[in-house]
């Protein structure tokens, strides 16, 4: 399975493995698009947040990704 959407500037695309709510996704890669020092953090720190979940859990619109410690590591709408 593939992942993919924007990461506020850039697109990113993952191979995503789904076992019941266990996720795992593979390394991300993005678009190059020139962004601005503080949309590269945050495309950082969602890719970073990607690599580290283990967890996922969808109420409503809302996808939840948790990582190996239980905690909420993004929280994504539709």
Known sequence: M???GS???NSW???AMLDGDTVR???ATTTLRACG???NL???AFKDAISAA???QVEGDEL???GADGKALLKLRR
């Open 2 to 4: 593939r992942a993919g």
């Open 37 to 39: 020092q503080s949309v």
């Open 25 to 27: 996704f593979g390394s």
């Open 42 to 44: 945050q495309e950082q």
């Open 7 to 9: 990461t506020g500037c």
């Open 64 to 66: 939840t990704l948790f």
């Open 54 to 56: 283990m967890r996922w």
């Open 13 to 15: 695309f993952a191979q």
